[in-house]
Antibody, heavy 120, light 109 residues
Framework: QVQLVESGGGVVQPGRSLRLSCAAS????????MDWVRQAPGKGLEWVAI????????YYADSVKGRFTISRDNSRNTLYLQLNSPTAEDTAVYYCARGAGTTNWYFDLWGRGTLVTVSS | SYVLTQPPSVSVAPGETARITCGGN??????VHWFQQKPGQAPVLVIY???DRPSGIPERFSGSNSGNTATLTISRVEAGDEADYYC????????????FGTGTKVTVL
């Protein structure tokens, strides 16, 4: 079954760290670029980061650049997002999404998301 | 940074046609993708490359893109189409980043 399953969400204090994981199955993970997209409570979708299929290129939204790190382990079919120094504005459901297309990237498969709440 | 603007809400009666717009500077030169999101669920791709439909998406969903406006059209609207809809483009002009529209809530009357 082709799917993405996120984990690692929860309550984190401002300034602490948290690592999210996304386990992929049912497709050849190492062939796909992968993204993280988040959605604050009651708000719209916000793209967070992308990592190339081989991990050699990574790009970030300005709102998280320098604080979050995207990575992947193709041997484990797993995508990661390290959240460093989160603030209340980072509270959201975090989705991992599979990338498709070439220069005009889109997201053809989504996980169900994991909720991150930044609160003291 | 590139901005995509959508109307906050669209209301439509069952069986009628809903049109959701997505405005952006010269968006016609970009490829636009559309997602449907129902409450408590993950987004689902319904249109990619302006007008292509993934397998499993009904033919009632169609898309177009020209000038400064892209449009998602839902024909013969059903109660199950009630959801939030987001447009999306990929901006490679100065960096690589995804851009989502502000989202439109479609209400079936």
């Amino acid at each position: 079954q082709v799917q993405l399953v996120e984990s690692g969400g929860g309550v984190v204090q401002p300034g602490r760290s948290l690592r999210l994981s996304c386990a992929a199955s049912g497709f050849t993970f190492r062939n796909y670029g992968m993204d993280w997209v988040r959605q604050a409570p009651g708000k719209g979708l916000e793209w967070v980061a992308i990592i190339w299929y081989d991990g050699n290129n990574k790009y970030y939204a300005d709102s998280v650049k320098g604080r979050f790190t995207i990575s992947r382990d193709n041997s484990r079919n797993t995508l990661y997002l390290q959240l460093n120094s989160p603030t209340a504005e980072d509270t959201a459901v975090y989705y991992c999404a599979r990338g498709a297309g070439t220069t005009n990237w889109y997201f053809d498969l989504w996980g169900r998301g994991t909720l991150v709440t930044v609160s003291s | 940074s590139y901005v995509l603007t959508q109307p906050p809400s669209v209301s439509v009666a069952p069986g009628e046609t809903a049109r959701i717009t997505c405005g952006g500077n010269n968006i016609g030169s970009k490829s636009v993708h559309w997602f449907q999101q129902k409450p408590g669920q993950a987004p689902v791709l319904v249109i990619y490359y302006n007008s292509d439909r993934p397998s499993g998406i009904p033919e009632r969903f169609s898309g177009s893109n020209s000038g400064n406006t892209a449009t998602l059209t839902i024909s013969r609207v059903e109660a199950g189409d009630e959801a939030d809809y987001y447009c999306q483009v990929w901006d490679s002009s100065s960096d690589h980043r995804g851009v989502f529209g502000t989202g439109t809530k479609v209400t079936v009357l």
